[in-house]
């Protein structure tokens, strides 16, 4: 079955650190290149990470910039977000994605169910 | 790197066709024939309907088209129907490996 499913989400304190999974299945996991898209309560969409099929490379938004650390394991088909010194406003659900098909890039096709982060005292 | 600017609600009647637009400036929409458009019905994740401008992928009804002029994308549903009430959003690539959201339109139904 081809999915993604994250974890890890939970009640976090502010200043605290928190890393997420996305657990990958049913497709070559190794040659997609994979995002983290996160969600704040009644809000939009926000692009946060990429890491490159083979880990070579990651880039950040700048609202992330410093805090966050994403990376895969490619012997268990899983991509991870390492955030530290949460903020109140990185409340948010969290969703991986895989970038792209086998023909083509530069959009998220397949999507987690996320999990959701709540930054509070 | 500010989101892509779309209104925040449109509406329409059964069978009639709507348009979303989705502005942005010439280093993100203008710049690349890269826009995707998402729509996520409530509680669930966010679901790829149109990549390349005016790509659909398998499956995605041919009632959903998209479009690009200038710094503004467009995204039209003819022949709407009740499943396509939900939040819509657009995306660019915005170079160097980054991505910009737009802000997203709740479409209506009526």
């Known amino acids: 079955q081809v999915q993604l499913v994250e974890s890890g989400g939970g009640v976090v304190q502010p200043g605290r650190s928190v890393r997420l999974s996305c657990a990958a299945s049913g497709f070559p996991f190794n040659t997609y290149s994979m995002h983290w898209v996160r969600q704040a309560p009644g809000k939009g969409l926000e692009w946060v990470a990429i890491?490159?099929?083979?880990?070579?490379?990651?880039f950040y938004a700048d609202s992330v910039k410093g805090r966050i650390s994403v990376s895969r394991d490619k012997s268990n088909n899983t991509l991870y977000l390492q955030m530290n010194s949460l903020r109140v406003e990185d409340t948010a659900i969290y969703y991986c994605?895989?970038?792209?098909?086998?023909?083509?890039?530069?959009?998220?096709?397949?999507w987690g169910q996320g999990t959701l982060v709540t930054v509070s005292s | 790197q500010s989101a892509l600017t779309q209104p925040a609600s449109v509406s329409g009647s059964p069978g009639q066709s709507i348009t979303i637009s989705c502005t942005g400036t010439s280093s993100d929409v203008g710049a690349y024939n890269l826009v995707s458009w998402y729509h996520q019905h409530p509680g669930k994740a966010p679901k790829l309907i149109i990549f390349?401008?005016?790509n659909r992928p398998s499956g995605v009804s041919d009632r959903f088209s998209g479009s690009k002029s200038g710094n503004t994308a467009s995204l039209t549903i003819s022949g709407l129907q009740a499943e396509d009430e939900a939040d819509y959003y657009c995306?660019?690539?915005?170079?160097?490996?980054?991505?910009?959201f737009g802000s997203g339109t709740k479409v209506t139904v009526l």
């Open positions: 390349e401008v005016n």
């Open positions: 890491i490159s099929y083979d880990g070579s490379f990651q």
């Open positions: 994605a895989t970038e792209g098909n086998l023909h083509t890039r530069y959009f998220f096709d397949l």
């Open positions: 995306c660019s690539y915005a170079g160097s490996s980054t991505y910009v």
